[in-house]
């Protein structure tokens, strides 16, 4: 009985004992259960929206790079195009988890529209929801253009987890999310089997997993998101619109290149990644600089955490130089420190810099007087002769100035410039008026100048000086008139003839001499004329020195007129 009494107490501590340590084994395991459950629940939440984020910047890169590339690529255009290439990867893809899945959708009115297959419901044909209803929670905030996680229902009224970002580019919206459920069920399991197993399983299941199972698990998920990062890195690597290539700056070897890196090089693959990196540019830069010198200065700059840009020349395959812009980063892949290489072939654009500097020297060099104005007449531009013309010594004087200046007047301007606007081209004199107020005539050369709409931005005019050369026509025709004048007022007649031989002008008088208008002899030769009134005997020495281009005189010529009578002509 003592024995037993003893024993009670004992027996009773250690049930004690026993029952403390289990409520604080059961405690501990709840506790346990609890915060695993908010780490895991966490983990998944970030992994919901790092899921969500990658695939709405990968669709909006892929969006721009059909936009930019695959205009004509699809019948429905580029936007449609994208679309396509996103559901044809969709249908490879399953999803993750027992219920985990990517949706994408758009609002149209007062629906939202799913435009991927749904893994749990509407499987072929997914139907949209009312935008006002009480489903598709995440989706509705995507929508909406708001970026992080919700827990709400799904489209099918699933409480779900879910991560929703917006697709700026094509105005969409994407949501990766799970079953709320699925993320619940292991963690229930498991505190159903801390339960039944006691208190000593409990805990030793509880020490081992905190000594083995804690740090596998985060091993496993450290080397899942840098598996992740890494696969998220290739994709965007090799679908970057420039050209992409890794540098070991240990090495001096390339490690790997995109294929627009390979299109720009002009080597496959491996062959380019077995090419020395001196033996991508020539010994020197076009600045004289040493490329390896050069390069190892910018390498070591991106090293330094720098960002360095810079304009660079290249050999590809066929020893052909061309001019890139490169920029370079710093990175970490695979444990290994990197140089990433952003290179642009700028082979146009230099080409392009260069015929405008052409342009610009031939406007500036011009001898006739240029200048362009907006469509308001205010000016843009006027080389040295325009100055020179005008009389002003500085651009200055003359750019950002009203074109009305440089005419006698505005209304004579703004006339000119409205038929140049309406023709779309003009030539045509138009009175100017220089510096110091004095006029001149000007041969003016203009056109509009249309943007890539077709609209109208600018006109230029090319201008040359006349004034000397419409005073010389004026004095020629005065002289000309005064010639005619005296020739119409003498008694003998006086003619013109043309290179050809053929008469231009015949003073009337021969009409009185001869019987004959004057009117009969125009665009008639010497030829025609002689032959039918003059003894050729007489006129064939004239004649021959005549068509020489030689002088004579006192040419003396027996006539035949049209009666039979005869007469004597003296020319002289």
Known sequence: ????????????????????????????????????????????????????????????????????????????????????????????????????????????????????????????????????????????????????????????????????????VLNLGIVAKIDLAEIRAPFIRAAAISAAGGVLVFLLGALLFRQAMVPLLERERVEAE???????????????????????????RLVDANDNALALFGWPHEELLRRPFANLHPGHQPDGRESLVAAKERIDEALAGGAPVFEWTHINAEGVTVPCEIRLTRMELAGRQLICGSVLDISQRKAAELALRIRDQAMASSINGLAISDMNLTMVYVNDSFLRLWGYDDRREVVGKQGTMFGPDDETVLTIAREIEAQGSWIGEVPAKRRDGSLFEALLSASVIRNELGQPTHILGSFIDVSESKAAERALRESEQRFRDFAESSSDWFWESDADGRFTFVSSAIQAAVGVAAEWYIGKTTSEIVEKYYDSSDWRPYFEAFEARRPYRDMMLRRTGDDGGKQWVLGV
């Not at 709405?56 to 004509?72: M, P």
């Not at 679309?83 to 249908?91: M, P, R, S, Y």
């Not at 997914?126 to 253009?145: C, I, S, T």
């Open 1 to 168: 009985m003592g024995s037993a009494r003893a024993t009670s107490p004992i027996r009773s501590r250690l049930l004690y004992l026993i029952l403390i340590m289990a409520s604080v084994a059961f405690a501990v395991a709840g506790i346990s259960i609890w915060l695993l459950y908010g780490t895991a629940f966490e983990e998944e939440r970030a992994r919901l929206a790092e899921a969500a984020q990658s695939q709405a910047r990968l669709i909006e890169a892929v969006a721009r790079f059909d936009a930019k590339y695959s205009r004509t690529d699809h019948p429905e255009g580029p936007a449609a195009a994208t679309l396509g290439q996103i559901a044809d990867a969709h249908e490879q893809y399953r999803g993750f988890g027992d219920t985990g899945e990517f949706t994408l959708a758009e609002r149209r009115g007062d629906r939202i529209v799913f435009l991927l297959r749904h893994r749990h419901f509407d499987l072929d044909k997914p139907k949209p929801v009312p935008w006002r209803g009480e489903v598709a929670e995440p989706m509705r905030r995507a929508l909406r253009g708001l970026s992080g996680t919700v827990v709400g229902p799904d489209y099918r009224g699933v409480t779900v987890l879910a991560a929703h970002e917006p697709v700026a």
């Open 226 to 252: 840098l598996r992740q990062s890494e696969e998220r890195f290739r994709t965007l690597f090799q679908n970057a619109p420039e050209a992409l290539a890794l540098l070991d700056p240990e090495t001096e």
